[in-house]
T-cell receptor
Framework: NAGVMQNPRHLVRRRGQEARLRCSPM?????VYWYRQLPEEGLKFMVY????????ESGMPKERFSAEFPKEGPSILRIQQVVRGDSAAYFC??????????????FGEGSRLTVL | AQSVSQHNHHVILSEAASLELGCNYS??????LFWYVQYPGQHLQLLLK??????LVKGIKGFEAEFIKSKFSFNLRKPSVQWSDTAEYFC???????????FGSGTQLTVLP
């Protein structure tokens, strides 16, 4: 399966712990996007990254949330000191580099975070 | 900031009924428009997209959508739904030079056999 891979699929954390969500983009894709889906809401954009660069983080909460996309390895969305309100499905998407982009984002199956 | 509105939160239809899901956006410039579908337990998949040209776009599984610029709308249609169309449907917009998509809140479609 050469699609967008996210892990873990399900993650349970207690309040105050850290959550790390990983995303490997499709082969040949160099752009990664993170979205959050809260119950009864749509997907909310969080951050857009290219390799080693954060391009747009306008949707990221100002505290406790961070994202990276290193030169080697998956993109990681990190949530420190989780609270119950962080419980949500976190989706990663990828797209090819500019110039070959059809406009479509390719999504992973999501990581569902539950904070107890 | 741009926004996307999907006014129908939950639609229930019987098989063979016709479907129309509304989508309106708030951006006056050039837009790219998308409909994604999320089947239960699966990832989002692209149904169809509009970039330019013919405003009536045909997608997979018999879906189509019409871009009406004057109404800022991109409604999704299917003449005859099937039970397997039960899923959540998301409208999304890319505007200007942005790379990311802005999504609507989604419409849950339930098709009764």
């Amino acid at each position: 399966n050469a699609g967008v891979m996210q892990n873990p699929r399900h993650l349970v954390r207690r309040r105050g712990q850290e959550a790390r969500l990983r995303c490997s983009p499709m082969k040949g894709h160099s752009h990664v996007y993170w979205y959050r889906q809260l119950p009864e809401e749509g997907l909310k954009f969080m951050v857009y990254l290219q390799k080693e660069n954060i391009i747009d983080e306008s949707g990221m909460p100002k505290e406790r949330f961070s994202a990276e996309f290193p030169k080697e390895g998956p993109s990681i969305l990190r949530i420190q000191q989780v609270v119950r309100g962080d419980s949500a499905a976190y989706f990663c998407a990828s797209s090819p580099q500019r110039g070959t982009n059809t406009g479509e984002l390719f999504f992973g199956e999501g990581s569902r975070l539950t904070v107890l | 900031a741009q926004s996307v509105s999907q006014h129908n939160h939950h639609v229930i239809l019987s098989e063979a009924a016709s479907l129309e899901l509304g989508c309106n956006y708030s951006y006056g410039g050039t837009v790219n428009l998308f409909w994604y579908v999320q089947y239960p337990g699966q990832h989002l998949q692209l149904l169809l997209k509009y970039f330019s040209g013919d405003p009536l776009v045909k997608g997979i599984k018999g879906f189509e959508a019409e871009f009406i610029k004057s109404k800022f709308s991109f409604n999704l249609r299917k003449p005859s739904v099937q039970w397997s169309d039960t899923a959540e449907y998301f409208c999304a917009v890319r505007s200007g030079s942005a790379r990311q998509l802005t999504f609507g809140s989604g419409t849950q479609l339930t098709v009764l056999p």
